[in-house]
């Protein structure tokens, strides 16, 4: 690079950041009207710097410039001047093209290696606050297990429908679930998974008359098939035996969103939960234990968590093939209409 082309480089780089005075700045709008060549220069580095958002975007109009210029001009030659000093510059010092070039190839490589890493970052950690809500709901479910005989919580709904159909109504199945809420075994808060981007943003307030949660957007875990007078107990033989393997909750299940079957759900390798964008879920299981998993069949002997074993269609009346047979229901149905 000959030495002219470096000085008008350095000339018209402090131009476009405002730190020349006024009249330097004329001499350079005189050579930007008579110069093809010094224009060119002119309009490649204002790309560069804009690109690296160094320079501020065109003025709307000129009266606004009239009265923002003085205040704009005095801040950047400020700012301008305490980075010369940081630097250990002299007045003229400035950046050259190939400097701005590998500023901004260093700006880009950054870019990619930090956004996934900081979006991975966040994932775990949401990933890890679910599992902390997991854990404190299992606590609550120990807790009134304890006081109950060792059963879980029960719907206690007449009806064994837990998706809504022509010419009936569903039964909740979350209202098992708010039995941990209502009689003091868990706070509302651990229920909206910090992961689920449908969870309501205000706390629930909670009264003396609910019986189950108002909406979809207060819980965000599938709970156990729990329709009916009859639920778990810990103390049947064949759940103590598999205790560690038979999931009773974890994040809501993909197979049955929004009151309605999700029957394309079944063609995909990995049937995961929404929550955490279908990399996996926190399962608890019956020896109150938490664990993450990016698949379904996690279940007694590889059962599917959110399956009835051997069923492929569903109309929203199945309920669990055996006492071992993890079926986790939607959280909240709702009184949406079933589809396929």
């Avoid at 709307?60 to 003085?70: F, K, Q, Y």
């Avoid at 098939?225 to 299940?253: F, I, N, W, Y």
């Avoid at 939607?330 to 009184?335: I, V």
Wanted: glycine letters at 6%; charged letters at 25%; a neutral charge.
């Amino acid at each position: 690079m000959d030495e002219q082309r470096k000085q008008d480089e350095m000339l018209l780089i402090d131009y476009l950041m405002a730190r020349c005075d006024e009249a330097v700045g004329r001499e350079v709008e005189l050579r930007l009207d008579k110069e093809p060549e010094f224009k060119a220069l002119r309009d490649g580095i204002a790309n560069s710097l804009g690109a690296l958002k160094l320079i501020a975007p065109p003025v709307v109009s000129d009266d606004l410039a009239d009265r923002t210029l003085a205040r704009i001009k005095s801040a950047r030659q400020s700012t301008a001047a305490s980075t010369r000093r940081e630097l250990g510059q002299t007045p003229r010092g400035t950046f050259s093209m190939r400097e701005l070039g590998t500023l901004a190839a260093a700006v880009i490589i950054m870019a990619v290696l930090f956004v996934p890493w900081a979006r991975e970052v966040r994932n775990r950690s949401l990933q890890s606050k679910c599992a902390s809500s997991v854990g404190q709901i299992g606590t609550g479910m120990k807790k009134y297990a304890m006081d109950n005989m060792d059963s879980l919580p029960i719907a206690d709904a007449s009806s064994n429908a837990w998706l809504p159909g022509a010419g009936r109504k569903s039964a909740s199945n979350s209202a098992g679930l708010f039995h941990l809420v209502s009689d003091d075994y868990a706070p509302a808060s651990v229920f909206q998974c910090p992961a689920d981007q449908r969870a309501s943003v205000a706390p629930l307030s909670v009264n003396r008359n609910m019986t189950d949660f108002p909406a979809a957007k207060y819980v965000s875990y599938s709970y156990q098939h729990a329709l009916g007078s009859v639920s778990l107990s810990r103390k049947d033989r064949k759940l103590a035996s598999v205790a560690s393997e038979m999931a009773v909750l974890s994040d809501q299940t993909p197979i049955f969103e929004d009151g309605r079957f999700q029957a394309s759900a079944f063609s995909s390798p990995r049937q995961s939960s929404r929550n955490h964008g279908s990399r996996g879920q926190n399962v608890l299981y019956l020896d109150w234990t938490v664990r993450w998993s990016d698949r379904a069949t996690v279940g007694v002997d590889g059962d599917n968590i959110f399956l009835v074993q051997g069923k492929q269609a569903y109309d929203g009346t199945e309920a669990p093939a055996s006492v071992t047979d993890s079926f986790l229901l939607p959280a909240w149905s709702g009184n949406a209409d079933m589809r396929e």
